[in-house]
């Protein structure tokens, strides 16, 4: 299958999940290196197919590109149910963008002042996602675009990549402040 026809596909897929249950938001194709995400301020759904085929290729037990892609489209329709939520957090939401901004990352990973903050957006982002996959859930019941089996497993590759970089920067965080500890001991 040619690039045209699965940027195509993928589209569609998306297109008719969305119109399954009943909710119809913009669809933009994007070069994020982000299989699937929703943009809150602007709301929108975008999509890379690059890294939906990268994805998809990574997951060890495999579903169809059609059901994980219906899976994901499920679980961004999540986000827009949960829009308020988000657009409340837009404070904290600049507040780490600024200080992404104006720190380089060895200044974030070095200092552990910045490196917490990094900690906080990590526990609020999967606060988030676990949010938008029980929104996905209850879509999902109550449509039954996907089988339970494969939801599951596109859920827990999702979650997975959240709660591995919240568990690596916490690992860094500890370690940082231990020997922040032992220096002023």
Aim: charged content about 25%; hydrophobic content about 40%.
């Amino acid at each position: 299958m040619n690039q045209q026809n699965r940027i195509k596909l993928i589209e569609e897929l998306i297109q008719s999940t969305m119109t399954n249950v009943g909710l119809d938001i913009e669809l933009k194709r994007t070069l994020t290196g982000v299989n699937m995400s929703y943009n809150f301020i602007l709301d929108y759904i975008g999509y890379d197919v690059d890294r939906i085929e990268e994805a998809l290729k990574e997951m060890q037990s495999l579903v169809s590109l059609e059901t994980y892609i219906k899976a994901f489209t499920l679980h961004e329709l999540g986000h827009v149910l949960d829009r308020k939520a988000l657009m409340e957090s837009m404070t904290k939401t600049i507040e780490y963008h600024e200080m992404k901004k104006n720190h380089t990352i060895y200044e974030r990973y070095s200092d552990y002042t910045l490196l917490a903050m990094l900690i906080e957006e990590h526990q609020m982002n999967i606060v988030f996602e676990e949010t938008a996959w029980v929104n996905a859930q209850k879509l999902n019941m109550e449509y039954g675009i996907v089988d339970w089996e494969s939801f599951e497993k596109v859920k827990n590759l999702g979650m997975s990549t959240y709660l591995n970089l919240y568990e690596n920067d916490l690992q860094l965080y500890n370690q940082l402040l231990a020997e922040q500890t032992e220096q002023s001991a």
